[in-house]
T-cell receptor, first 111, second 111 residues
Framework: AQSVSQHNHHVILSEAASLELGCNYS??????LFWYVQYPGQHLQLLLK??????LVKGIKGFEAEFIKSKFSFNLRKPSVQWSDTAEYFC?????????FGTGTRLQVFP | DAEITQSPRHKITETGRQVTLACHQT?????MFWYRQDLGHGLRLIHY???????NKGEVSDGYSVSRSNTEDLPLTLESAASSQTSVYFC??????????FGPGTRLTVL
């Protein structure tokens, strides 16, 4: 079965800093990959997803992720974070119709 | 607008009691899922359903049950609540391999 690793458990940044959150999945073949965000006290929302095609995926709020098949990675990036990006970020891979989530990365952005 | 709702939003119960958490979606999605979210574990799949009368065990199904009598609802039952089941529970739904949409969550405390 698929599994997902998020190596950054807690990231602290100042506003305007660049962000990259790591995500690795366990094995290849056709993969569907997702990044979800959970703002404090809220439910999970989809940031972006990759099913096929261009490996550089643009999402909402200026986020993007790059699918690198050779590295089994799907890292999330944002060139300049804002205080409002403070949240928990989850990478997920689809396994049949189920989602397998990573343990999450807590991002804190200070003004 | 279509939505997914959960009730109650907060619940405190005692060890050994039976508890049922409700999940209702108006997306008309076939697939529904229950996750629990715990610090350090991310989201873990409890049970899922691909349609009416279909239920399947997820990664952490012990002590939980679900039933699917219609498309809209997938109630989660804790047969005999334990302190280890104190958690935040999220319901989600999807149509086939596409994005899962999450409910607002239920915070359950078992004393």
């Amino acid at each position: 079965a698929q599994s997902v690793s998020q190596h950054n458990h807690h990231v602290i940044l100042s506003e305007a800093a660049s962000l990259e959150l790591g995500c690795n999945y366990s094995y290849g073949g056709t993969v569907n990959l997702f990044w979800y965000v959970q703002y404090p006290g809220q439910h999970l929302q989809l940031l972006l997803k990759y099913f096929s095609g261009d490996p550089l995926v643009k999402g909402i709020k200026g986020f993007e992720a790059e699918f690198i098949k050779s590295k089994f990675s799907f890292n999330l990036r944002k060139p300049s974070v804002q205080w409002s990006d403070t949240a928990e970020y989850f990478c997920a891979v689809k396994d049949t119709d189920k989602l397998i989530f990573g343990t999450g990365t807590r991002l804190q952005v200070f003004p | 607008d279509a939505e997914i709702t959960q009730s109650p939003r907060h619940k405190i119960t005692e060890t050994g009691r039976q508890v049922t958490l409700a999940c209702h979606q108006t997306w008309n999605h076939n697939n529904m899922f229950w996750y629990r979210q715990d610090l350090g574990h991310g989201l873990r799949l409890i049970h899922y359903s691909y349609g009416v009368q279909d239920t399947n065990k997820g990664e952490v199904s012990d002590g939980y049950s679900v039933s699917r009598s219609n498309t809209e609802d997938l109630p989660l039952t804790l047969e005999s609540a334990a302190s280890s089941q104190t958690s935040v529970y999220f319901c989600a739904s999807s149509s086939g391999p596409d994005t899962q949409y999450f409910g607002p969550g239920t915070r359950l405390t078992v004393l």
